[in-house]
């Protein structure tokens, strides 16, 4: 049973380019979360997808922006990077949005 | 806004101590309660979680966490730390129902256990 799995697990930007993240969820599970954990913190909440749709969101930006597919896979965007989007970048899964979260290895974001 | 509190940025322990990370929350409503554990190298594990019943939780390891709410906190704790328990711990929270499927980290308690 794969458990939840993000690509690429590493990333090096310039300031103003444009990234995506992807996060395929734990079989089984239908809604996608997206952290943010810079270094030296805790995780914090960017977005979360249910049934394709952009179910919560916490204080990032319009740059961030997602997307959920049929399979339940999800990508995060960010657009007009800055350094100090510089972050691990972490997808959780659930079954339904208020069960217990699974997170995925996540994806190292570097923006020089 | 909400937020949560881990009141011990890093531990330094000697094997077989015993141990008790704080974690403290602000929201006053119905809560779900977690702790996750990052193993160096490692993805976040859930370690433990409250959601409802015995205050008293147990979880994988050894670890156990005893919500408190009229003090708002749910310490995690550990008669016995072996070196393998070297790793950073997260205590999160979640406002219980509705919509509000999304996690509140605090900042993180960083455990080094010495052999």
């Known amino acids: 049973d794969a458990g939840v799995t993000q690509s690429p697990t590493h990333l090096i930007k310039t300031r103003g380019q444009q990234v995506t993240l992807r996060c395929s969820p734990k079989?089984?599970?239908?809604?996608v979360s997206w952290y943010q954990q810079a270094l030296g913190q805790g995780p914090q909440f960017i977005f979360q997808y249910y049934e394709e749709e952009e179910r919560q969101r916490g204080n990032f930006p319009d740059r961030f922006s997602g997307h959920q597919f049929p399979n339940y896979s999800s990508e995060l965007n960010v657009n007009a990077l800055l350094l100090g989007d510089s972050a691990l970048y972490l997808c959780a899964s659930t079954w339904g949005v208020t069960d217990t979260q699974y997170f995925g290895p996540g994806t190292r974001l570097t923006v020089l | 806004a909400q937020s949560v509190s881990q009141h011990n940025h890093h531990v330094i322990l000697s094997e077989a101590a015993s141990l008790e990370l704080g974690c403290n929350y602000s929201?006053?409503?119905?809560?779900?309660l977690f702790w996750y554990v990052q193993y160096p190298g490692q993805h976040l594990q859930l370690l433990l979680k409250y959601f409802s019943g015995d205050p008293l939780v147990k979880g994988i390891k050894g670890f156990e966490a005893e919500f408190i709410k009229s003090k708002f906190s749910f310490n995690l704790r550990k008669p016995s730390v072996q070196w393998s328990d070297t790793a950073e711990y997260f205590c999160a929270v979640r406002n219980y129902g509705g919509s509000q499927g999304n996690l509140i980290f605090g900042k993180g308690t960083k455990l080094s256990v010495k052999p």
């Open positions: 929201y006053g409503g119905t809560v779900n």
């Open positions: 079989s089984g599970h239908d809604t």
